[in-house]
């Protein structure tokens, strides 16, 4: 069984699986931290601003410590897409970087379809088609699954949807 999600908070896309798009890779035998993989981010052209609607861009970012280094993944779906020359902007402008192993391949899993606006999910009905729609992608992949679809107020006052896919294969 293979499970595919992704969460629509507020107004940010949260892919919380791989997805169609591509996928850097940085293994450094220098420790990163978190404000290095958001400055990697701002050097490539792909962090937060808020002129992105929801569901036109996708960044998943995966930082952990390996071996007394670091491995930093990126991975971008939607309108997002990494410069063909990453590997090189990478090591021109973080002299630190210049002997890490850096890779940029295409990632060829399915995407799913761009979250609706919170306010087109107010109704029983809006969210039963949502859902429908979620189902029939499953089953245009020949796949079969369970689709959740919840709207809530958060404590900001803005409208959250969480949108959970369990697709087996």
């Known amino acids: 069984m293979k499970i595919r999600s992704a969460v629509l908070l507020s107004s940010m896309w949260i892919a919380v699986a791989a997805q169609a798009g591509q996928r850097l890779e940085i293994v450094s035998k220098t420790p ?5 993989a ?11 601003s808020d002129g992105n609607a929801p569901g036109k861009r996708q ?32 090591r021109q402008t973080f002299p630190a970087l210049r002997e890490a192993q850096i890779t940029l391949q295409e990632n060829a899993a399915p995407t799913p379809p761009a979250p609706p606006d919170p306010d087109q999910l107010q109704t029983p009905e809006q969210l039963a088609a949502y859902k429908k729609k979620l189902q029939d992608q499953l089953a245009a992949e020949g796949k079969k699954g369970t ?21 087996q294969q």
């Open 32 to 36: 990163l931290q978190g404000s290095d």
């Open 38 to 48: 958001q400055a990697v981010l701002h050097a490539l052209g792909v962090e937060d």
């Open 59 to 90: 960044v998943q970012v995966k930082l952990r410590s390996e071996g007394g280094g670091s491995k930093l993944v990126i991975e971008v779906a939607g309108n997002s897409q990494l410069p063909a020359d990453s590997a090189e902007r990478i």
């Open 147 to 167: 689709v959740e679809v919840t709207v809530t107020d958060g404590a900001d006052g803005k409208k959250q949807v969480r949108v959970e896919v369990h697709a």
